[in-house]
């Protein structure tokens, strides 16, 4: 070797071989790296950082253009900016940013006069009369690498504001009390606990909820101000393993609802918001595998609960009943229609609202009360998402929107009520003279192998042609657990890789919600290889299609989306250039067989029980990433990414699925961050750098980045 030869390519990270046995069902399986779930063994944290240095080694001739793509993300958004305001009492409130500030800042302003209905048009350079801030993230992370405010709220009154704060990522937020009057911390200090704490109606209380050992929210405290947090009462709490629980009050202000739910059967008990001492009663005894969540309203004068339920009822159907014997006769307000899926209700002092999804798209709807009869709210674009948001009053004369699509920035509306007409209040300012009408959206839909059509939304920058008219770099999407639908949404940073080229795709798999409650079932327990075998069928229909081809197309999911990747890539790697996964649950198998790891016990109902039943073992083991990487196959690139404090999906289970590719020659990179959570890092410009970090590795893959 000579001075001027080129230096040596880096070696990847070796894991050392530690064999242990697992062992269940009569099934004895050797594990070579379950030592890497040690978190705290130096030789584990040494060999993550080793991974890191190699990550990052790899990626060094990257570096130009991943400082591109953060300069092109921050060079877009409008750093400087106030949200809408949101009325609550005599307040309007809002979020400032500010240029160069990581976190967001809580604000509030007084309302013109009680009538004042119309948000304050909000400039950041303008002054904004009796402002005051009530948290500025920035000074709360100081001294922090991670920061999160998992509850922020403040009383009706306006005189006290509680927050929780996370500073390790894993979750568990503290909360602390300020008086806006005097502008002094108030002694209450609660640790612990979990996100979505909330004052008593009346503020004399917090109802907070807090966490087991396995990170799920079981117990409901009550802690009234001025006390020490030892002399809480306990409000309620779930023994079953299988539930998480939840509390928050009604937007009447009349009960406290204690909700609990697993992923196919729920629950939710009153208490009466004037007495939150008193015995919580249930609304209806809870039934495996029925799912309901009730909304209280004044109809002719009575308490009434709205509920949504799914007895008898795939796609759920709405129904009322007296808030005094929720379980005598219902009356049915919406029908079940099957595939079309009811989403959700929410009721005002006059009117209610109601969310479903009708041929993949979600929609929003007004419910009379006296004829049941509904409007639905329409909009022009093909496809697109909406939903309620920022309405916190009882008797508004407006109903505040948030609205979206691949193409369409985020925008707020106001809808009037009385007049059915649409007020634009802002829409996300995208800077660099972006247009709309430069980019084209478009659903497709690909034959399964069982014939079912499964849609594949598109979005593309038309002066690359449009899409399907010759083979271009694809970017495919995934997710497919958990009913959670992909929604069309708008996106800043995925300009950088559309004005490259890319057409941005996502593959709305089974599993998830979009077409309906039948579309989750087909993709879950054991029919799991729905959600795989679609994806692969959607890459397939794309190639075949002269979208892309396999050397031009990257996939990409997270969490239980990376488990999709995991199992993609075992099934066709020949189909992708590049797979890049997040926080991937890829070691699905053996997490869900240990009832003590965080939320195992929660997600058998999602997956089935291995613990217990051989047959749901036999398939899982069939499909899970991990234990099923196919020595023979020629697997494309990979990027793994994860967090050390992630409590959803530990970081050992990408650690493990790397060192066992890197056995079989797979190009594949791990990127732990060593103080985050399952969110990734905390801070929108660690965030913007983060997936600049991956677009730059994506666009390497395929072959996109020469036009940056």
Known sequence: MTANDPPAPPLAPVAQRRPTVRSFHGDDVEDPYEWLRAKDDPEVIAHLEAENAYTKSRTAHLEALRDRIFDEIKGRTLETDLSVPARRGQWWYYGRTIEGKQYGIQCRAPLASPDDWTPPSLSPDTEVPGEQVLLDGNLEAEGHDFFSLGSFEVTNDGT????????????RYTIRVRDLVTAEQLPDVIE???????????????VYTTVDDAWRPDTVWLHELGTPVETDAKLFH??????????????????????LGSSI???????????????PRVVWPRVEGVEYDSEHAVVDGQDVLYVLHNDGALDFELVRVAASDPSGPREVVIAHRAGERLLGASTFRDWGVVAYRRDGIARIALLDYATHAVREI?????????????NPE??????????????TPGTVLDYEIATGELHLRKRQPVLGGYEPSDYAQARVWATAADGTQVPISLVWNRSFGDAGES???????????YEHSIEPAFSVPRLSELDRGVIFAVAHVRGGGEMGRRWYEDGKLLAKRNTFTDFVDCARHLVEAEYTTPSQLVAEGGSAGGLLMGAVANLAPELFAGIVADVPFVDALTTILDPSLPLTVIEWDEWGDPLHDPIVYGYMKSYTPYENVRPDASYPRILAVTSLNDT?????EPAKWVARLREHGVDALLKCEMVAGHGGVSGRYNAWRERAFELAWLLDVLGAADGA
């Open 265 to 279: 059967t729920s629950e939710e008990w009153l208490v009466d918001a004037d007495d939150l001492r008193s015995e």
């Open 471 to 481: 083979p271009r770099p694809l970017h495919l999407y995934g997710y497919g657990s």
């Open 378 to 390: 329409g909009f022009d674009e093909p496809l697109y998402s909406v939903g309620t948001g920022g």
């Open 238 to 259: 779930e023994p079953d393993e299988r539930y998480w629980v939840g509390a928050g009050f009604t937007r009447s202000d009349r009960y406290l609802v204690i909700g």
């Open 648 to 652: 959803r999906v530990l970081y050992v």
């Open 160 to 171: 006290k504001m509680l927050y929780g704060v996370d500073v390790t990522g894993d979750e």
């Open 394 to 407: 009882w008797a508004p004369p407006l109903l505040r929107l948030g609205y979206g699509s691949f193409v």
């Open 192 to 206: 612990g606990t979990f996100a979505g704490a909330t004052f008593s109606p009346d503020g004399r209380f917090i």
